[in-house]
Protein backbone atom coordinates (compact mmCIF):
# COMPACT_ATOMS: atom_id res chain seq x y z
CA UNK A 1 0.00 0.00 0.00
CA UNK A 2 1.64 3.43 -1.14
CA UNK A 3 -0.16 6.54 -0.95
CA UNK A 4 1.16 9.24 -3.18
CA UNK A 5 0.25 13.45 -3.40
CA UNK A 6 1.14 15.69 -5.85
CA UNK A 7 1.35 19.20 -5.66
CA UNK A 8 2.39 22.17 -6.99
CA UNK A 9 -0.36 22.78 -9.97
CA UNK A 10 -1.42 25.74 -11.44
CA UNK A 11 -1.70 28.37 -14.40
CA UNK A 12 1.21 29.92 -15.52
CA UNK A 13 2.24 31.53 -18.56
CA UNK A 14 3.90 30.52 -21.91
CA UNK A 15 7.67 29.72 -21.06
CA UNK A 16 7.62 29.97 -17.50
CA UNK A 17 7.88 27.53 -14.87
CA UNK A 18 6.33 25.61 -12.17
CA UNK A 19 7.32 22.84 -10.10
CA UNK A 20 5.85 19.36 -8.73
CA UNK A 21 6.17 17.47 -6.28
CA UNK A 22 5.02 13.63 -5.25
CA UNK A 23 5.23 12.80 -1.74
CA UNK A 24 5.31 9.42 -0.96
CA UNK A 25 3.90 7.05 1.94
CA UNK A 26 2.87 3.73 3.40
CA UNK A 27 3.48 0.37 4.33
CA UNK A 28 6.68 0.14 2.08
CA UNK A 29 8.42 3.18 0.11
CA UNK A 30 11.21 -0.08 -1.17
CA UNK A 31 10.00 1.31 -4.62
CA UNK A 32 11.81 1.17 -7.35
CA UNK A 33 10.47 4.23 -9.67
CA UNK A 34 8.26 6.86 -9.52
CA UNK A 35 7.00 8.41 -12.86
CA UNK A 36 4.93 11.43 -14.45
CA UNK A 37 2.28 11.18 -16.29
CA UNK A 38 0.01 13.34 -17.70
CA UNK A 39 -3.51 14.05 -19.69
CA UNK A 40 -5.30 16.15 -21.83
CA UNK A 41 -8.69 16.49 -22.42
CA UNK A 42 -9.91 14.26 -25.88
CA UNK A 43 -5.75 13.08 -25.25
CA UNK A 44 -4.76 9.69 -23.93
CA UNK A 45 -2.49 9.38 -21.00
CA UNK A 46 1.30 9.86 -21.62
CA UNK A 47 4.52 9.47 -19.80
CA UNK A 48 6.67 12.85 -19.14
CA UNK A 49 9.27 11.16 -16.85
CA UNK A 50 10.46 9.07 -14.34
CA UNK A 51 13.02 8.12 -11.90
CA UNK A 52 14.88 4.89 -10.76
CA UNK A 53 14.97 6.72 -7.26
CA UNK A 54 17.86 3.97 -6.01
CA UNK A 55 20.56 5.79 -8.43
CA UNK A 56 18.49 8.87 -10.11
CA UNK A 57 18.87 7.22 -13.50
CA UNK A 58 15.83 8.98 -15.37
CA UNK A 59 13.64 8.83 -18.52
CA UNK A 60 12.43 11.40 -20.34
CA UNK A 61 9.63 12.40 -23.14
CA UNK A 62 11.00 13.27 -26.27
CA UNK A 63 8.68 16.41 -25.69
CA UNK A 64 10.17 17.55 -22.48
CA UNK A 65 13.35 16.26 -22.81
CA UNK A 66 15.44 19.60 -21.96
CA UNK A 67 12.89 21.35 -20.46
CA UNK A 68 11.85 19.47 -17.41
CA UNK A 69 14.04 17.60 -14.69
CA UNK A 70 13.22 15.12 -12.51
CA UNK A 71 14.89 14.62 -9.16
CA UNK A 72 14.35 13.06 -5.67
CA UNK A 73 15.25 14.10 -1.99
CA UNK A 74 14.85 10.57 -0.36
CA UNK A 75 14.93 12.27 3.15
CA UNK A 76 11.48 13.10 2.76
CA UNK A 77 10.17 10.56 0.33
CA UNK A 78 9.83 13.22 -2.13
CA UNK A 79 9.97 13.60 -5.55
CA UNK A 80 9.97 16.66 -8.10
CA UNK A 81 9.62 17.45 -11.86
CA UNK A 82 10.77 20.74 -12.41
CA UNK A 83 8.32 22.26 -15.61
CA UNK A 84 10.54 24.98 -17.33
CA UNK A 85 10.00 26.64 -20.43
CA UNK A 86 6.01 25.58 -20.60
CA UNK A 87 3.99 25.46 -23.84
CA UNK A 88 0.80 25.50 -23.79
CA UNK A 89 0.50 21.92 -25.30
CA UNK A 90 2.01 21.12 -21.55
CA UNK A 91 -1.48 21.75 -20.45
CA UNK A 92 -2.86 19.09 -18.39
CA UNK A 93 -3.71 16.55 -15.82
CA UNK A 94 -0.49 15.21 -14.00
CA UNK A 95 0.01 12.31 -11.95
CA UNK A 96 2.95 10.59 -10.09
CA UNK A 97 2.55 7.13 -9.77
CA UNK A 98 4.74 4.48 -8.24
CA UNK A 99 6.07 1.12 -9.73
CA UNK A 100 7.96 -1.57 -7.91
CA UNK A 101 9.85 -2.14 -10.80
CA UNK A 102 12.75 0.72 -12.52
CA UNK A 103 9.96 0.53 -16.14
CA UNK A 104 10.38 3.92 -17.15
CA UNK A 105 7.77 5.41 -18.98
CA UNK A 106 5.82 1.57 -19.26
CA UNK A 107 2.70 3.00 -17.95
CA UNK A 108 1.57 -0.74 -17.21
CA UNK A 109 4.15 -1.39 -14.73
CA UNK A 110 2.67 1.54 -12.71
CA UNK A 111 0.48 0.23 -9.70
CA UNK A 112 -0.29 3.39 -7.38
CA UNK A 113 -1.59 6.94 -8.58
CA UNK A 114 -1.80 10.42 -7.38
CA UNK A 115 -4.96 12.39 -7.23
CA UNK A 116 -3.45 14.62 -9.90
CA UNK A 117 -2.86 18.15 -10.16
CA UNK A 118 -3.89 20.44 -12.67
CA UNK A 119 -1.20 22.12 -14.77
CA UNK A 120 -2.99 24.78 -17.42
CA UNK A 121 -0.19 27.12 -19.64
CA UNK A 122 -1.97 29.65 -21.06
CA UNK A 123 -1.42 33.58 -21.72
Known amino acids: QVQLVESGGGLVQPRGSLRLSCAAS????????IGWFRQAPGKPREGVSA????????YYADSVRGRFTISSNNAINTVYLQMNSLKPEDTAVYYCAWSPVNAGLLMGAYTYWGQGTQVTVSS
Open 51 to 58: IDVSDNHS
Open 26 to 33: GSTLDYYA
